[in-house]
């Protein structure tokens, strides 16, 4: 059965460093024809797609966040990390790891962790 | 890499049908067969529900159809039931190890 569980802090401060982690079971991070990826959902908002890791370690990210994001795995721990710096309030959302699966789908995905910023 | 258009809610009655439509640029729906549609109930992950412009993944219903002309993807549900009631999310590769997804459709089954 193939799973991914996102961890991390659930309150941030502004100007802080966000660390995410993705761990997965059931499939292995250097499987070529899978991937991870972050995507976010801010409360009522719609999902929008951060970051991305290939098998072979290549990386992607969404333009508009590029200078504020990383994506690093780990292999051996089987876990996908992603920092963001600079948090906001407006980076308030739920963070989501998803498989993706050939380069076009994404599923399964994770449960989800709410990050807040604030204050 | 804009946000795909999605209209916000459709409606529709049970047993009746409805289609959600996703319109992108020729960058995106219209340039690549990389389109698939999500289903996520409240407090919950989204599920995929079709991948690759009309495929089903095993374990969905056949209500749930997909279809793609030119820029604008079409997800169709077919023998409306009350609990297909849920938000709605497309997604499309958008080049370049990409992604992106539309602004997501509210479903109300009257």
């Known amino acids: 059965q193939v799973t991914l569980k996102e961890s991390g802090p659930v309150l941030v401060k502004p100007t802080e460093t966000l660390t995410l982690t993705c761990t997965v079971s059931?499939?292995?991070?250097?499987?070529?024809?899978?991937?991870v990826s972050w995507i976010r959902q801010p409360p009522g908002k719609a999902l929008e797609w951060l970051a991305h890791?290939?098998?072979?370690?290549?990386?992607s990210y969404s333009t508009s966040l590029r200078s504020r994001l990383t994506i690093s795995k780990d292999t051996s721990k089987s876990q996908v990390v992603l920092t963001m710096t600079n948090m906001d309030p407006v980076d308030t959302a739920t963070y989501y790891c998803?498989?993706?699966?050939?380069?076009?789908?994404?599923?399964?995905w994770g449960q989800g962790t709410l990050v807040t910023v604030s204050s | 890499q804009s946000a795909l258009t999605q209209p916000a809610s459709v409606s529709g009655s049970p047993g009746q049908s409805i289609t959600i439509s996703c319109t992108g640029a020729?960058?995106?729906?219209?340039?690549?067969?990389?389109v698939s549609w999500y289903q996520q109930h409240p407090g919950k992950a989204p599920t995929l529900m079709i991948y690759?412009?009309?495929k089903r993944p095993s374990g969905v219903s056949n209500r749930f159809s997909g279809s793609k002309s030119g820029n604008t993807a079409s997800l169709t549900i077919f023998g409306l039931l009350p609990e297909d009631e849920t938000d709605y999310y497309c997604?499309?590769?958008?080049?370049?190890?990409?992604?992106?997804f539309g602004g997501g459709t509210k479903l109300t089954v009257l």
């Open positions: 998803a498989r993706l699966n050939l380069q076009t789908w994404f599923d399964p």
């Open positions: 059931g499939f292995s991070l250097t499987n070529a024809r899978m991937g």
């Open positions: 890791i290939f098998s072979n370690d290549e990386k």
């Open positions: 020729s960058n995106d729906v219209g340039r690549y067969d990389l």
């Open positions: 690759e412009v009309f």
């Open positions: 997604s499309s590769y958008a080049g370049s190890n990409t992604w992106v």
